[in-house]
């Protein structure tokens, strides 16, 4: 029973499409979050909601949309994919002050 | 701001032989210290976390590391390494002043030789 699950796992894609990779957590978190993880590996937060609520929002392109319809859900929304959006994208969730964060397998994003 | 530096890009270590990966963080008050490891093609596992309290905090997979304040580190060891710890290490800070928003590290990634 996979805690932090992501679909898909790999999206090879044509620029200028748009996708979206969808995220669930059955650990009755109340924070979400998407990572994204470039080609050296570094790990830089986008953003995350707590309880629905956007509550960080770093310096990200309009086209990225991130959408929680519940605490347990965090989709990622691109619009018009770039060469430069090719990554691999986490999702993580964590109880707010409670420890560290649960992450997802990723979904490996490759725009072609 | 808070930040991470991990000095050591890459390591190579002998089986049964001891790791140690250092860690050096940024930021005014007492941080939140966690170790992630990343195997190929996986997502990130916690090893271990530091909030307060004892500042030897023992983690999964028998690493261990070491909070030291006057130094603004937080190194990672393991007493024997076996070869399934090749793999890709992250120290990672957060904050209760920063939404608890983790900033990793560049990573370290850690070879085993037979």
């Known amino acids: 029973d996979t805690a932090v699950s992501q679909t898909p796992k790999y999206l090879v894609t044509q620029m200028g499409n748009d996708k979206s990779i969808k995220c669930e957590q059955n650990?009755?978190?109340?924070?979400m979050y998407w990572y994204k993880q470039d080609s050296k590996k570094f790990l830089k937060i986008m953003f995350s909601y707590n309880n629905k609520e956007l509550i960080i929002n770093e310096t990200v392109p309009n086209r990225f949309s991130p959408k929680s319809p519940d605490k347990a859900h965090l989709n990622l929304h691109i619009n018009s994919l770039e060469l430069g959006d090719s990554a691999v994208y986490f999702c993580a969730s964590s109880q707010r002050g409670g420890g560290g964060y649960t992450f997802g397998s990723g979904t490996r994003l490759t725009v072609v | 701001a808070q930040s991470v530096t991990q000095p050591d890009i890459h390591i190579t270590v002998s089986e049964g032989a001891s790791l140690e990966l250092r860690c050096n963080y940024s930021?005014?008050?007492?941080?939140?210290l966690f170790w992630y490891v990343q195997s190929p093609g996986q997502g990130l596992q916690l090893l271990l976390k530091y909030f307060s309290g004892d500042t030897l905090v023992q983690g999964i997979k028998g690493f261990e590391a070491e909070f030291k304040r006057s130094q603004s580190s937080f190194n990672l060891r393991k007493p024997s390494v076996h070869w399934s710890d090749a793999a890709e290490y992250f120290c990672?800070?957060?904050?209760?002043?920063?939404?608890?928003?983790?900033?990793f590290g560049a990573g370290t990634t850690v070879t085993v030789r037979a």
């Open positions: 650990l009755g978190h109340d924070t």
């Open positions: 930021y005014g008050a007492t941080p939140y």
């Open positions: 990672a800070v957060g904050s209760v002043s920063n939404d608890y928003k983790l900033s």
